[in-house]
């Protein structure tokens, strides 16, 4: 299995509504990320996993909640988000103690926030 | 702070043609990468380059890095609708887990 999966495809939540982004591999990878990506702009760092804990929190704002339960899945737990937080929600892994650290990309959750 | 510089930004080719597309990244990193988006979609892993003089080519894209002038570029032969795409370098920055700074992206577009 070579696939970062992602659920939901889409979702559209209001400001009031909590809700969960869901990430997994099966690629043995220990080091798991996720990224924000709006519209025609690069994808942007939001935390890093490593060994199943938060190595790095790119300054990002509380109401993004990340949750690492095991070695294989990832999630991002959200509440009270704002428009502006409307995007694409990338998640990555990548094996550790290789030569190249490759990040490998799941398909993304497009989200919208009303 | 690292900063990673893409050119152009946007790029409109006709088929057949050949063009190169250049990231430039301010301060030494160990790693680049290219990645190829399609609208709508994730990020396709195209390469990784490791050290200075690297080359690798997968069909009609090749890229190299030469790490003392802290550029990396992606050659396209003969261009096809097919590439047509936004192409990211990122370089890693801060240690082993392979933290990425993107660039700002090349959008290509390949005419008939």
């Known amino acids: 299995d070579t696939e970062v999966t992602q659920t939901p495809k889409h979702l559209v939540m209001g400001m009031t509504n909590k809700k969960s982004l869901k990430c997994e591999q099966h690629m043995g990878h220990r080091a798991m990320y996720w990224y924000k990506q709006k519209a025609k702009k690069p994808p942007e760092l939001m935390f890093v996993y490593s060994y199943e804990k938060l190595s790095i929190n790119e300054s990002v704002p509380s109401r993004f909640s990340p949750e690492c339960p095991n070695s294989s899945l990832l999630n991002l737990h959200l509440h009270a988000l704002q428009p502006e937080d409307s995007a694409l929600y990338l998640c990555?892994?990548?094996?550790?103690?290789?030569?190249?650290?490759?990040?490998?990309f799941g398909p993304g959750t497009r989200l919208t926030v009303t | 702070e690292l900063k990673v510089e893409q050119n152009p930004l946007f790029l409109s080719m006709q088929e057949g043609k050949n063009y190169t597309i250049y990231c430039n990244y301010s301060t030494t990193s160990d790693r680049l990468y290219w990645y190829r988006q399609d609208p709508g979609k994730s990020l396709e892993s195209l390469f990784v380059l490791l050290s200075n003089g690297a080359v690798k080519q997968e069909g009609r894209l090749m890229a190299s890095l030469d790490t003392k002038a802290r550029l990396s570029t992606l050659h396209i032969t003969a261009a096809v609708h097919d590439l047509s795409a936004t192409y990211f370098c990122?370089?890693?920055?801060?240690?082993?887990?392979?933290?990425?700074?993107f660039g700002k992206g090349t959008k290509l577009s390949v005419k008939p």
């Open positions: 990555a892994s990548s094996p550790t103690g290789s030569m190249t650290y490759e990040q490998y």
């Open positions: 990122a370089v890693n920055y801060g240690g082993s887990q392979g933290n990425l700074i």
